[in-house]
């Protein structure tokens, strides 16, 4: 089955840096890939996802990279602030095999420092 | 509009027993898949429900089960409860297929004592 690898699994930055997580997935099967925000209490909130006939995608702050050759896709998060700390997770799902199954990572706890 | 509501919010349970948990979608979600997310890691596959009928299935025992009704809501079944089946439980729902995004519910915090 699917494997889906994040890095790193802390990362800390200073308000208005640059944070970028990096996802690995194994199944060549896999073309959706979405990225979810958690915050304390709360359930995971989609924030931007790709498909994979597309190489990037971008949306205000956030961009997500796609490479299906090396199997790997990035989050982009730029001009960071405060509110932008939560838990990070990437996903994968072949989408029509599959047909709910989204694969996740180990999430990233990111902490944007005022 | 609302969206993906769970309850309960919060349960504790004793090793062994049954638990229930509920599942509403958001209105005209036909889709509804449940989550296993144990402190510290990803959100793990349990099921996937569409138009009443499982389409997915985890790497879970045959102590869990689920189901859904013809309201699209849904509920996940844990039999003979276990300490390592404390963990949030998320329902998640779509219009029809992954490719639409998946909305999250807030989750079932279930702890086994």
């Known amino acids: 089955g699917e494997n889906v690898e994040q890095h790193p699994s802390t990362l800390s930055v200073q308000e208005g840096d640059s944070a970028v997580i990096k996802c690995t997935y194994s199944?060549?099967?896999?073309?959706?890939f979405p990225w979810y925000k958690q915050e304390l209490g709360k359930g995971p909130q989609l924030i931007i996802d790709?498909?994979?006939?597309?190489g990037e995608k971008k949306d205000q702050r956030i961009a997500v990279t796609l490479n299906k050759t090396a199997k790997h896709f990035s989050l982009h998060i730029t001009e960071t602030q405060p509110e932008d700390s939560a838990v990070y997770f990437c996903?994968?799902?072949?989408?029509?095999?599959?047909?709910?199954?989204?694969?996740f990572g180990q999430g990233t706890i990111l902490t944007v420092h005022p | 509009d609302a969206g993906v509501t769970q309850s309960p919010t919060h349960l504790i349970k004793t090793r062994g027993q049954h638990v229930t948990l509920r599942c509403s979608p958001i209105?005209?979600?036909?889709?509804v898949s449940w989550y296993q997310q144990v402190l510290g890691q990803g959100p793990q596959f349990i099921f996937q429900?569409?138009?009443?009928?499982?389409?997915g299935r985890g790497n879970f025992p045959d102590r869990f089960s689920a189901r859904q009704f013809p309201n699209y809501s849904s509920e996940l079944n844990v039999n003979a409860l276990l300490l390592g089946d404390s963990a949030l439980y998320l329902c998640?729902?779509?219009?029809?297929?992954?490719?639409?995004?998946?909305?999250f519910g807030s989750g079932t915090r279930l702890t086994v004592v």
């Open positions: 998640a729902s779509s219009r029809d297929s992954i490719r639409r995004g998946y909305t």
């Open positions: 199944d060549s099967a896999s073309n959706y």
């Open positions: 790709i498909r994979s006939n597309v």
């Open positions: 996903a994968a799902s072949d989408g029509g095999t599959s047909y709910g199954k989204l694969t």
């Open positions: 209105s005209g979600h036909k889709s």
């Open positions: 429900y569409y138009e009443k009928e499982e389409r």
